[in-house]
Nanobody
Framework: QVQLVESGGGLVQAGGSLRLSCAAS????????MGWFRQAPGKEREFVAS????????SYADSVKGRFTISRDNAKNTLYLQMNSLKPEETAVYYC????????????????WGQGTQVTVSS
C-alpha cells in the first residue's frame, strides 16, 4: 500500500505557472506507475499525465501537451507536475494516483489516490 499527499496548488493568473508535488510513503515508490488527474466542479475526473515506474515513458492528455511536464524522483519518493501557460478552464482539484499494474489514462486503472490539491486559474 502507498499513501499519497499532494501539495503546490494555489491561485495563479492565466498564463502563469505552478509546480505540483506528490509525496509518497509506504511501499516502494518506484514499483508504481504514477498519474495526475484533475476534476472540476460538476465534471468527471480527467486524465492529465502519467509516467512509468522508471520515469522513461511519459504520456499526456492532448490538452496539456507542450505546457505540462510530469516527472518523478524515485530517490525522494516524489512525483511532480510542472504546469505552464495555465488557462482558467484548468481550474480544478488535481490528484495524484498510483497503480501497481499497467496504467495509463483511466482512473479505474489506479489503486491509490491522494486527497487532491486545488488549482485556481484566474482570468
Amino acid at each position: 500500500q502507498v499513501q499519497l499527499v499532494e501539495s503546490g496548488g494555489g491561485l495563479v493568473q492565466a498564463g502563469g505557472s505552478l509546480r505540483l508535488s506528490c509525496a509518497a510513503s509506504g511501499r516502494t515508490f518506484s514499483s508504481y506507475v504514477m498519474g495526475w488527474f484533475r476534476q472540476a466542479p460538476g465534471k468527471e475526473r480527467e486524465f492529465v499525465a502519467s509516467i512509468s515506474k522508471s520515469g522513461g515513458v511519459k504520456s499526456y492528455a492532448d490538452s496539456v501537451k507542450g505546457r505540462f511536464t510530469i516527472s518523478r524522483d524515485n530517490a525522494k519518493n516524489t512525483l511532480y507536475l510542472q504546469m505552464n501557460s495555465l488557462k482558467p478552464e484548468e481550474t480544478a482539484v488535481y490528484y495524484c494516483a498510483a497503480s501497481s499494474g499497467s496504467a495509463y489514462n483511466r482512473p479505474s486503472q489506479y489503486n491509490y489516490w491522494g486527497q487532491g490539491t486545488q488549482v485556481t486559474v484566474s482570468s
